[in-house]
């Protein structure tokens, strides 16, 4: 039998309460919402892209391919129509960035670089590579030979070229039959009239182009990659405000972008390169 003591203590009563909705606390049903209002959203970004015109279409597909040619455009500082393509990433006939076309002249910034190499370590041409321009634009890769006062190319007011520039041009035909692009060279003169009877600026800045020409088919040009021979006279001056000067005197060859189609990469910046400089 208990004590009088025991009966006199106190009795601890420990009460544990259930949960009125068991599971209530568990993380699984946010995940299930999540992915539930993760498809709603893909949904109606589906349905909106679909209700889109053409041009949007393209924008947004461009966009998942090269998010780095759009930006955000502003108007009088204020955001208004949000992505958009940048001006320096033009676009293709449907709306596309070029890709393909800047890596061409990318490419053709390369092979700029790699002739300024070359042409420099043969010692003959170290004193003409301050007369070698070499740029990159979007009309392509331009190699420009800049006559200097006493004729350095090409003897004073003739088409024939100097032994050096033979050497020279047979060297770029080497290099430049190792591409699949194809070639302009262009002739001009500086304003002052031609002395002699019969012939004029028109014919000597052909004849120096077509002189070019024929070394650079000796050099191992293809024989299809040369597309044109122009002369320009001296209606392209390098100098406008100095028409006389001998830096209007000059040959280009011209190596065109392989895609050909040169109005649709207006507004490509890319590296430009200047030999000599």
């Known amino acids: 039998m208990p004590s009088s003591d025991d009966s006199k203590r106190p009795i601890n009563v420990i009460k544990r309460k259930k949960p009125s909705h068991p599971g209530a606390h568990g993380g699984a049903w946010k995940v299930a919402y999540a992915d539930f209002v993760t498809a709603m959203m893909s949904l109606f970004i589906v349905l909106w892209i679909i209700g889109q015109s053409k041009q949007v279409k393209q924008y947004v597909a461009a966009y998942f391919r090269n998010p780095g040619a759009f930006s955000e455009k502003t108007r009088d500082g204020a955001l208004s129509g949000g992505l958009v393509p940048v001006q320096n990433a033009s676009l293709n006939k449907v709306g596309l960035p070029l890709n393909k076309e800047a890596a061409e002249l990318r490419s053709l910034t390369r092979e700029g670089k790699r002739l300024e190499k070359k042409i420099a370590s043969v010692p003959r041409l170290r004193e003409m590579m301050s007369q070698i321009k070499i740029t990159v634009s979007k009309e392509g890769l331009r190699i420009e030979l800049i006559e200097n006062a006493q004729g350095l190319f090409f003897d004073v007011g003739s088409a024939a070229l100097r032994s050096e520039t033979v050497v020279l041009l047979k060297m770029i035909a080497k290099e430049l ?81 392989f895609t050909s189609d040169t109005a649709r990469i207006d507004n490509l910046k890319v590296d430009t390169l200047n030999l000599g400089s």
């Open 177 to 257: 039959s190792k591409l699949p692009n194809q070639i302009i060279i262009e002739g001009y003169t500086d304003a002052r009239p031609y002395v002699g009877k019969g012939y004029s600026n028109w014919q000597l800045s052909t004849d120096r182009a077509n002189a070019a020409r024929m070394v650079l088919d000796q050099g191992g040009l293809n024989k299809n990659q040369i597309l044109e021979i122009r002369g320009y006279g001296d209606r392209r001056l390098r100098d406008p405000e100095n028409p006389y000067d001998y830096s209007n005197r000059r040959v280009s060859i011209l190596v065109t972008p």
